[in-house]
């Protein structure tokens, strides 16, 4: 198969997940359930849910985010689960990920655990406080959830349509506090054969913003790859590399804390999070082989745009315009 | 490159043994689940709430659903373990604590090389982490 006809194939892919959202028997289907309980075989939506989730997988990986962070937005709009539940597997479903793509990343020596324990101490007891708080709001109003996680996910949205990733960061001069821990290391990069050194800076402000990135992991149930890469490699002067990767072992520590409170307070339910998990897994194995054929940039734009939509659906389902179905 | 420059490139030992223990864990679980899941669904083994009552019940608030379907929450699952449904906590629950587990080792070669800063940072994770998974956090645990 030619890249042409793959890329074709993959973009095919991500345009029929958009129609499928859109079309109005998916929204009727979950606003029957949400009005009037089960209308279908239990067996209906886990099964829609795992292969939604199959192709989930590949667009995730194909557009360079995690799962959870479409995850929660697409299946708390278009299905017809409460968002407490939504959140709890969206987590499982972003920890899952973590922790298949962890081990290949730790043994390559990409995911420095010098830059990643500190981060992940902050991360992970700020997601515990966000977990939290966000089902404390959803007790008192789940719609304020809603909107809140609709804003965030616009602008998530708008960071990924923005944001410039430096490849090689320059670090003159190393902080006092990254020195101190040792956030430095060196790895070969495959692509050039070349030894890449790297150091951090701005490390004090860099760990502030885990403070806010893990209240917002825990809050909405999102996996935060989208947030820590820019903090790694525009804030910290990690090497993109470095920040992908230890982002993404660092998602495996954060969603850890805030998984056991979902889990701990009921917002696992196995008939939706199993299927869940495991479509998106072999979604994500069927992404990474498409990957090296395929020119994700396009479908990478069709995802901006699918958050861009879930996002504001997501605000018109909290703020109950109805505008968007 | 010299023999020091070749040792920057590579991973320190608990850093391969962490991803040894990651990757075993990850699949276990994953395998567990995918197992547990098709004995739940099969009916092989009966659930201890019926899945029309949950797919009836799964658009209302965490609360409420608890109630309705007269689920436990924290630690309790562990009562209901020869349920179909309960029993797929055992993968859940599998990926979850992993973290917890590998840190173990870490704790154990940062303490070997007297690495303070990193002991202390590994040892307050698995602190964080055991009380995010005991329950005690406001989550009812049992």
Known sequence: MSTKTITKWSCFVSLMLVVTLIHPLTASAAQEVGAEGAADPWWFWPLILFFFCFILGIIAVLAGVGGGVLYVPLVGGFFPFHIDFVRGAGLMVALAGALAAGPGLLRRNLASLRLALPVALIASSCAIVGAMLGLYLSKIDPNIVQVCLGATIVGIAILLLLSKNTEKPVVKTQDAIGLALGMHGAFLDQSTKERVDWKTHRTLPGLVLFIFIGVLAGMFGLGAGWANVPVLNLVMGAPLKISVATSKFLLSITDTSAAWIYMNKGCVIPLMAVPSIIGLMFGSFIGVKLLSMVKPKIIRYIVISVLLFAGLKAMDKGLGIGLLG | ?142
């Open chain 2, 1 to 142: 490159m010299n023999e020091q420059q070749n040792q920057d490139l590579k991973p320190m030992p608990e850093q391969i043994r962490y991803a040894n223990i990651l990757f075993a864990g990850a699949w276990l679980g994953i395998l567990v689940m995918m197992i547990t899941y098709l004995m739940y669904v099969s009916g092989l083994i009966s659930a201890h709430v019926d899945m029309t009552l949950v797919t009836q019940n799964w658009n209302k608030g965490v609360d409420e659903y608890l109630k309705i379907t007269n689920s436990p929450h924290g630690w309790a699952w562990l009562s209901l373990i020869s349920k179909g449904d309960y029993l797929n906590f055992i993968g859940l629950v599998l990926i979850a604590v992993l973290t917890i587990f590998c840190y173990l080792f870490l704790i154990a070669g940062y303490g070997k090389r007297k690495d303070w800063a990193f002991l202390v940072i590994t040892i307050s994770e698995v602190v964080v982490l055991s009380v995010a998974a005991s329950g005690i956090l406001g989550t009812g645990g049992h």
